[in-house]
């Protein structure tokens, strides 16, 4: 195994001896040459080990086939290891519960939403797949507490019962018992075409500073979308890099989409990110202060102190996502009032109580550790610590509180939650967009074939999670299909798995 021989390979930039390396953006890509220090062999070599790679790993080992994935990081899961809930319709869960949504109305309802601008071979694939999926996990240990709806959206959320990177490992744990060789920092680099089929992978071997060739004719891309390349984001969405922070894994850096463009594939939907709106960056995720200021739709500022929505765009969190994210600051105001409604009710949408947020606030209130929640026993005094116009917040503010007597925002058209700012202390928290993931990526078919410009199958090429686009329009939909993003990275993920094994012809 320890061969060497040069490789020449068009399109990869190589940060040797960094922990991170990427994949530059295609176009701007230059010839790389590259010392292989070991070349291994595979049936199907897999990029990302998160939960696209890892459903396809737990399938490949099933379907008799040698797999090995590269991951990036020091950790097997990515990003999928942090969400709650994978989707599915006609689930024997959903059966058991009584859910009786048909994959049908699901399907022109979710079409609908996404303008018709969503893959339908994509969409239906996965609706047709996700019931089966749920029970292979279930056959393969994971254990689920039910389905719920996230927000208001269609009980499809089936909710493993502690999360979905313990089901994750559950999977893991049966893809290397059977065979798969999980090889964690080692970055993929360069994907090799030969004959313009799928040839081999170059990887980054980190301990020794050493590439590597997996040679495979089979490659799945699943290295988890690009929303950490601040490069990627600003060419394909409309939103700037620093005015969202990242909830989920580092990483992600779109190297497996550039592989694929490099490749000659094409993309779709690329301009859809899975925002939520409304969270305070310096403030654990869990914690009530953010919960209750990021999830109540009282008032909303911007960065020039003016009002720019209704605020109850909240329910669906990708529109909030979106509507922050085009601010370049929002602050989340409230009074005293509004404040003791929320610590005896609880925080809007039913994310948790608003408990201790009083003695939580004092303690935020203006300290150095805290920089984004203030308070202040007037407007104009608040404003200052806001570092806004005092004078543009008052007449925002001003405005609101006379819509609020009057029962209608005539800005935005708000109705609902009109409460005015009257009773001091005052309360802003500054808050930012959050992502999750993108959700654009190479363009693929029902079978997890990435296709070209002609829209023909990359032969050996396939793409799962944040690497495919399709699923899609211009918006994240977290108002229908609930888990859609993990149900998308793991129900392709198999797909793949399967393909291969035609592909093969084995
Ligand atoms: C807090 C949070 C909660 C969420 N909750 C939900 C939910 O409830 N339901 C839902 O549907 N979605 C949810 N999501 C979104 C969902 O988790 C992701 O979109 C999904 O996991 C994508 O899976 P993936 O396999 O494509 O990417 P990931 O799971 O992120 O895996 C990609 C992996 O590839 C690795 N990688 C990157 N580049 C390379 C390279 N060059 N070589 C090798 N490896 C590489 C990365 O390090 C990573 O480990 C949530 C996201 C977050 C952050």
Known sequence: MDRRQFIKAAGATVAAGTALASVAIAEEAAPQEYEIAETLQADMVVVGGGGGGIGAAAQAVENGLNVIILEKTGFIGGTCSRAHGIFAVESSIQKEAGVTTTREEL?????????????????????KKSAETIDWMIDKGVTFSGVERSGDSERTWHNPVSSV???????????????????TET??????????????VIAHRLEDDAYIKVEAPVCLLASGGFICSREMVEKYTPFKFDNFFNLGSVGRDGDGINMGLKAGAQLHGMSALMLAGGTIESVAM??????????????????????????????????????????????????????QYFIENGAAFNHGKFENARQ???????????????????????????????????????????????GLDKDYGKTNWLWKLETPPYYAARLKSAVYTSVGGLKINGKAEVLDAEKNPIP??????????????????????AGSQVGATVNFGRIAADQAVIYLGK
């Open 286 to 339: 869990s914690d009530q202060i953010r919960m209750g200021f990021g999830r109540s739709p009282i008032l909303w500022l911007n960065e020039k102190g003016k009002r720019f929505a209704d605020e109850t765009t909240y329910g669906n969190f990708t529109f909030s996502g979106h509507i922050m994210c085009l601010q370049d600051q929002v602050y989340s105001l409230m009074d005293d009032k509004a404040l």
């Open 187 to 200: 970055p993929a680099v360069d994907l090799i075409m030969e004959d313009g089929k799928v040839a081999a």
């Open 165 to 183: 990177g313990d089901a994750l490992a559950v999977l893991e744990a049966y893809a290397e018992e059977n065979g798969a060789i999980f090889l």
């Open 360 to 406: 939580e606030l004092a303690e935020f209130a203006n300290t150095p550790e805290h920089p984004d929640v203030f308070q202040a026993d007037t407007l104009e005094e608040l404003a200052e610590l806001m570092g806004l116009d005092p004078a543009t917040v008052v007449e925002s503010i001003t405005a609101y509180n006379t819509y609020c007597d009057e």
């Open 460 to 481: 050996g090429l396939y793409a799962a999670g944040g690497d495919a686009g399709g699923l899609y329009g211009d918006s994240y939909d977290v108002i229908i299909c």
């Open 107 to 127: 399907f022109t309802k979710c079409m609908d939403y996404h303008h018709w601008l969503a893959d339908t071979d994509v969409t239906m694939t996965l609706f």
